[in-house]
């Protein structure tokens, strides 16, 4: 595996290196090993499937906090999704900075998200399915979300959505007192 950095302090892209013959290829997704040289989470406790039917879904931007927030690992493994990251973490130096990657079936690229990173993934194709592992059980009570055309954060989505559910729709604009952050340093 290589472990791309991104603009956001601990985030990465993580490329397969393909071994392959006449029959195909094999590569890793996941390495406890390499994972942990590069300083990246190596516990996961689920694994978790979306498909999503229509072009222009829209799932986030979500994440859990206090001691429900979890380390993601993102691979879209049918059709195409822009996979979108938001730093919400008050001491780091991208706090309200976000990234984003277009994630294929073709490319095999996967997306590491951080504990304290709000996540998104749009459909860029119908018929898009994703496979993500998380390092913590989900935590309904320590659920949160950042509506994902908050101004505050100015995230430049590839297309515009057109299906969300109705939950993530209502996400209100950020609010540091609800969304579990203690301070706004760095955001404008």
């Known amino acids: 595996m290589k472990f791309h950095h991104t603009p956001l302090q601990d985030a990465r892209v993580i490329e397969l290196e393909k071994r392959g013959d006449e029959r195909g290829f094999f590569a890793r997704v996941f390495c406890e090993t390499e994972f942990g040289n590069d300083g990246l989470e190596t516990h996961f406790v689920q694994a978790n499937n979306s498909l999503s039917g229509a072009k222009g879904t829209l799932r986030g931007m979500h994440y859990q906090k206090g001691g429900g927030a979890e380390v993601k690992l993102v691979r879209c493994i049918r059709g195409a999704l822009w996979d979108a990251i938001l730093d919400l973490r008050p001491d780091s130096p991208s706090f309200g900075k976000w990234f984003g990657e277009t994630l294929t079936a073709e490319n095999r690229l996967m997306m590491y998200v951080p504990r304290g990173f709000a996540h998104a993934i749009l459909t860029l194709e119908p018929d898009t399915e994703a496979l993500y ?56």
């Open 133 to 188: 592992m998380v390092s913590t059980p989900y935590a309904p009570a320590e659920e949160r979300g950042v509506r994902w055309n908050d101004p505050r954060f100015g995230v430049q989505w590839p297309i515009t959505p057109v299906e969300i559910s109705a939950k993530d729709a209502a996400w209100p604009d950020f609010d540091p007192e609800f969304h579990g952050i203690e301070s706004l340093r760095g955001l404008k």
